[in-house]
């Protein structure tokens, strides 16, 4: 299992530096130069010429990127002159809303998910069976952005049940005393990622129903729900693990819109407002932290799979 992990952990070290790579040539290729971006067409050549000593840019090219690289692994994302904060305080100020609200999204997914493909999977071939992948597929085919639309639409302006806004707020407290005002966004999250997992569950938990060991189980007299719950459910499980890890780009995209959709204070939002008013810094800080937090998902992902299933360590 050691030397799993320790492969796994070189592969994603190999990932990322090929990341901050790509991150690098796009800074160079901002517009005019990552001086010009960040400080206007109008800045004087003196601030020009301060901005790229500051910040090493006047050094030869090898030695700028081994400079970048070590400013990200000391948790140095970058400065935002337009909003004269650094990268990574901005991050601490949004990110703790954007995981509170992709924590209960992926919790709700999970939660639903999990028992409609079970449920799916004995039930496979008739009519109910249909009648949920016919909405697993109808939820599956909605963008985002047309999914929280239709859901303010039902919920807040035609029933008035719910508010069409998330709950604003500085801290998590303030988040959670407005709980009502999280429902919608949470949903729109969760609807599509409900009908992928219970899809990737029913196929599973099928494969799993036809397998060898569940003949011998039944063969030994064992109950239906010890069969179903004690061999078939827990092994249809193991792929899910690689799901969730794969599924956190998506999500991380889905978030932005809701966030944006809502006017949810979070990552997402700030993402946006970023691009609106051409911040390059925080453009590419929070890229670079998505495209790191998509490495960890997938080996925290092929860690649990190589735990749950030994044979995929060899």
Same mark, same amino acid.
């Given at each position: ?14 990932v990322?530096?090929l ?19 960040e ?27 081994f ?24 991050? +601490?100020?949004?990110l ?5 609200? =992709?924590? &209960?999204? %992926?919790?709700?997914?999970? #939660? !639903?998910? @999990? ?14 069976d249909y ?19 239709v ?5 807040s ?10 709950p604003?707020?500085?801290? +998590? ?8 005002? =999280?429902? &919608?966004? %949470?949903?729109?999250?969760? #609807? !599509?990622? @409900? ?64 966030e ?24 590419l ?21 190589g ?8």
């Amino acid at each position: 299992m050691t030397g799993f992990v320790i492969r796994r952990l070189a592969q994603a070290v190999i990932v990322v530096l090929l990341v901050t790579f790509i991150m690098f040539v796009l800074l160079h290729l901002l517009p005019g130069s990552p001086a010009r971006a960040e400080l206007g067409v109008k800045a004087q050549p003196q601030a020009i010429a301060a901005f790229n000593k500051l910040n090493g840019f006047d050094k030869p090219l090898w030695e700028q990127y081994f400079l970048y690289v070590g400013r990200v692994f000391e948790g140095n994302l970058g400065f935002s002159y337009r909003q004269n904060a650094s990268v990574v305080s901005l991050v +601490v100020e949004y990110l703790p809303k954007t995981a509170i609200l =992709l924590g &209960l999204s %992926v919790v709700v997914s999970v #939660l !639903v998910a @999990i028992p409609l493909g079970v449920y799916q999977a004995v039930r496979r071939n008739r009519w109910d069976d249909y009648v949920v992948t016919g909405g697993a597929f109808f939820f599956y085919s909605f963008p985002t952005f047309f999914l929280g639309a239709v859901l303010i639409q039902i919920f807040s302006i035609s029933l008035h049940w719910l508010p069409s806004h998330a709950p604003q707020g500085n801290t +998590v407290g303030a988040l959670f005393s407005q709980w009502t005002a =999280l429902i &919608l966004p %949470v949903a729109t999250l969760s #609807l !599509v990622s @409900i009908a992928s997992y219970s899809r990737y569950m029913r196929s599973a938990m099928i494969d799993s129903l036809a397998q060898d060991y569940i003949r011998t189980a039944k063969a030994k007299g064992l109950s239906r729900r010890a069969v179903l719950f004690g061999h078939a459910l827990r092994n249809s499980l193991i792929p899910m693990a690689t799901l969730l890890g794969l599924s956190i780009p998506y999500i991380l995209g889905g978030a932005i819109i809701t966030e944006y959709i809502f006017n949810y204070p979070g990552i997402g939002l700030l993402f946006i407002q970023s691009a609106q008013s051409l911040d390059f810094a925080v453009l590419l800080g929070l890229t670079l932290l998505a495209a790191i937090s998509t490495i960890v998902g997938n080996l925290v992902a092929d860690i649990a799979y190589g735990v749950l299933d030994p044979r995929i360590r060899y």
